[in-house]
Each structure stands twice: as structure tokens, then as C-alpha cells.
């Protein structure tokens, strides 16, 4: 029985997963490798962060969507490093030998060199998601405790780094939580009056959008208690607040929550391609997507510095993954069925526009032809991500938690989950509704708690 070429797709994201399914009717193996067992939405994230959706309402296990196809295999593995020259994956456990080899392992977070991941958390998976909507939910829980009105104003301000989409439209969503989530669920704090703080280096919030775009999500963004700072820069970040620079002066900020959403770092498994590298470290590829000296080795989606034929580089979006994945797919196909033609034909970036969401019914819808805002614009970004999403289930979980939370105002998954960690002392309210000294602990007789009546 002849031997069929094997196929190597490390990454079960946009990009990894469109040149898999793209090749179901090949003559080849497909092998695809992943640290999740899931490909995830990233685009929808940000609503798992602000509790508007569960996390599997915008995940689908990988070996379901590739159940049918005979011809690919799924691993669980975590790929360490690429021998290009032994045609080899290096795995945590092992080794896997390629004949062609697709890298689709996307981009990680960039704090330019600053230490503040653990103070700043950014947003490109699961657990990301998941870390900062325990952040968030639990700020107003310690705000209802703390007894020190500067402290409380601290725990009720939120500070987003970064003016894109993800930076956006999380500012958008965590206005939202105060003004109406959370607006009748507290009894010693308001939280109609939180503040966020969105910090932009550039003069403009969405820099890669239409102009008259930026301003409407800047209005709409400060609709929503959110302070928009342009060509304003972080310098520094602790626990208790962000310190910012603008037209040389500097300016400290009280907050207790900082989230990240203002640069990316491309996967560090680039390194071992031995390709070139840009400043964010993604890989210098050839018009075909492929690497300097090795044909049989593409990088697609955000680990890739992919160009158009004018030169322009391609967005890292979601459909330049796609589009990318399912590039290199039919390059595989006509070298293994022998009708590739050289030179290989250069991969075309679609523009099919791009779009953000501010909030509820505001959105920013950007093509070729049309720039909206506005209800229309909602409704058609609403439309686009539910058609993307993978899983019947998924479409219709996240159509029927959107109906809801369009007529109730309220968002469905407001868990607190993982270490609570310390939080500020109860304060006590007296009869006649003053507010007392904080009751700890030392001011407690634990035998008296330990022989009170238990009902």
C-alpha cells in the first residue's frame, strides 16, 4: 500500500482548523495538535469575561468537529519545538514526523517588556476570560464591604489598557455591569457609579478603522462611564493603581482592577523555525506562506507576517486565519496530487471588513464600501459571529442568552470562581444606621461563636 503524506497542523484555532477541514478529501494524513481539546471563538471572549456567556457557549471540542473526517487524527500535546531539517515536532513527550507542516499557533500577550502580567491580566483563552471575570465580580463584592471611601471608589474604578477591539469592547461591557447588571444588587454601594478608565497611546480608539468609526465608539464608550484617554501612555502598574503619562505630565489613577488589551506577542514556537522574525516575532513568510529555505513548511494566522501583494500586511483577524489555512490546504493538494505549478501562487487576502462592539445595540461595521454605527451595525456584527461560531448547539445557546439579556439587562453567568483571596473587613451598621468599626476577627470570641445555637 503506498505511503500517504503526512500532514503536520499544530494549533486548533482559525487558522489550524480551516486547513484541516480543507483537506478531508486529500490524499494525505492530517495530524492536528493542540494544548486544548477545543477550538475556541476568541472573537466572543471578551462576553465570557464580562459574564454575558458561559465559556461553552463560544468553545467546541476539536475531535467533535473532526469526528467525520476519515483522514485526520487529533492529538492532545504540547508542541515544544519544530526541527526543520529532520522534519520533526518536538513534543513534550515525543517527537512526529512531517512531510508538510502547518504552525498556526497564534500570538500570546505583550507587556513590552514590563513585569505586569500578574497585575494586568490580558484575554486569549479560557482561563484568561475566566481570571478577569473573577476580577471584576469580586471588585464589587469588596467594595460592598470596605469601609474606607477611597478604597471603595478604587474597587468600583476598572482600567483598560489598549484602544482596539478587545480593548473596546471590554471598556463598553464593563460600563454595562455597573449600569444595569449590578444596578439594584448591592445595599452599601452604587453601582451605577463605577468608572472605567480606557488608556490609548494613539489619538484615536480603533486606529485601524475609519476616523468618523473612532469617534462614534469614543461617544459611545463615554455613554457608558467610560474615560477615554488618547495619546496616553502606562508607565507603571501595582496593586493599587496605574500610573500614565500625557503631554509629559504624569498622572496616578486608583483602581484595584487593571486588564490588558494593548499589545501581542507572537507564540515563542517561532523561534525554532529559524525563520526571520519581525518585532512582535512573527515570521517573515513568503508570498505562498511558506519559510525561507523550506517549501514544505507553512505559518498562517497571527504567528505569520503575511503580505498582500501590494505590500500591505494582512490584519490578524479571524479571517485571515481562515483564509490562510485554506491557502496552504490547496498548495498541499497539487504538490501531493503533482499539478503544483511554480512559482506557487501567492496567497490573496479578502477584506470582508472588520467590526467591534461597543455595547448593547452599538457596534462599529467597517468594509470596502460601507463604515456604520449604530443598531444596524449591532445587529449585523450579532449576526456574523453567530453564523461563525462552530456547533449547532453554540449558535443557538449564545442566540438565546443575547434574546435574554437584550430584554432583562442582565448577564447570565456572574460566577465567582477560583481563590477568593482577602478581602476587606465587614463593616457593621448599627441600629440607628451608622456605620461602625470594621468586626474582625480579634474583636470576635470564637468560643462564643463555636457555642452559639445552630439553627
Known amino acids: 500500500m503506498e505511503r500517504r503524506p503526512h500532514v503536520v497542523i499544530i494549533g486548533g484555532g482559525f487558522g489550524g482548523l480551516s486547513a484541516a477541514r480543507a483537506l478531508a478529501r486529500a490524499p494525505v494524513n492530517v495530524t492536528l495538535l493542540d494544548r486544548r481539546n477545543h477550538h475556541l471563538f476568541q472573537p466572543l471572549l471578551y462576553q465570557v469575561a464580562t459574564a454575558a456567556l458561559n ?23 504540547n508542541a515544544l519545538a519544530i526541527d526543520v531539517e529532520a522534519r520533526h515536532v518536538v513534543l513534550d513527550d515525543g517527537a512526529l514526523d512531517y512531510d508538510f507542516l502547518v504552525v498556526a499557533t497564534g500570538a500570546t500577550h505583550s507587556y513590552f517588556g514590563k513585569d505586569w502580567a500578574k497585575i494586568a491580566p490580558g484575554l486569549k483563552s479560557i482561563e484568561d476570560a475566566l481570571e478577569i471575570r473573577r476580577r471584576v465580580f469580586l471588585a464589587y463584592e469588596a467594595a460592598e464591604r470596605e469601609s474606607d471611601p477611597v478604597a471603595q471608589r478604587e474597587w468600583l474604578t476598572f482600567a483598560v489598557v489598549g484602544g482596539g477591539p478587545t480593548g473596546v469592547e471590554l471598556a463598553g461591557a464593563l460600563g454595562e ?27 484615536r480608539v480603533l486606529g485601524t478603522y475609519p476616523p468618523k468609526l473612532g469617534a462614534a465608539a469614543k461617544a459611545s464608550l463615554e455613554k457608558r462611564q467610560v474615560d477615554v484617554r488618547l495619546q496616553t501612555l502606562v508607565t507603571a502598574i501595582d496593586d493599587r493603581g496605574v500610573t500614565v503619562k500625557c503631554d509629559g505630565k504624569e498622572e496616578r489613577i486608583g483602581t484595584r482592577t487593571v486588564l490588558w488589551a494593548a499589545g501581542v506577542q507572537a ?6 523555525l529559524g525563520a526571520p522574525r519581525d ?38 483577524v479571524a479571517q485571515g486565519a481562515l483564509q490562510g489555512g485554506k491557502h496552504v490546504a490547496k498548495l498541499i493538494i497539487a504538490e501531493v496530487r503533482g499539478k503544483a505549478v ?12 472588520n467590526m467591534a462592539t461597543i455595547g448593547r445595540a452599538s457596534a462599529v461595521v467597517a468594509t470596502k464600501r460601507v463604515a456604520i454605527h449604530g443598531l444596524v451595525a449591532w445587529l449585523m456584527w450579532w449576526a456574523v459571529h453567530v453564523m461563525f461560531l462552530v456547533g449547532f448547539r453554540n449558535r443557538v445557546f449564545v442566540m438565546l442568552s443575547w434574546a435574554w439579556s437584550w430584554l432583562t439587562f442582565t448577564r447570565g453567568a456572574r460566577l465567582i470562581t477560583g481563590d477568593i483571596g482577602s478581602l476587606p473587613a465587614v463593616r457593621t451598621i448599627g441600629a440607628d444606621g451608622t456605620v461602625l468599626l470594621p468586626v474582625t476577627a480579634s474583636t470576635v470570641s470564637l468560643d462564643a461563636v463555636s457555642s452559639a445555637p445552630r439553627s
Open 55 to 77: 465559556p461553552s457557549d463560544i468553545a467546541y471540542p476539536i475531535r467533535g468537529v473532526l469526528a467525520t473526517q476519515k483522514n485526520a487524527r487529533v492529538l492532545l500535546a
Open 342 to 353: 511554480r512559482p506557487r501562487p501567492a496567497f490573496r487576502y479578502h477584506d470582508k471588513g
Open 177 to 203: 455591569i455597573g449600569l444595569h447588571t449590578l444596578a439594584h444588587d448591592f445595599r452599601s454601594i452604587d453601582p451605577t457609579q463605577v468608572r472605567v478608565v480606557l488608556f490609548e497611546g494613539q489619538d
Open 267 to 272: 507564540s515563542p514556537l517561532a523561534v525554532s
Open 279 to 316: 518585532r512582535a516575532g512573527r515570521v517573515e513568510v513568503h508570498p505562498d506562506l511558506s519559510i525561507p529555505g523550506h517549501p514544505e513548511v507553512f505559518v498562517i494566522g497571527d504567528l505569520a507576517k503575511m503580505l498582500n501583494p501590494d505590500g500591505t500586511q494582512v490584519p490578524g
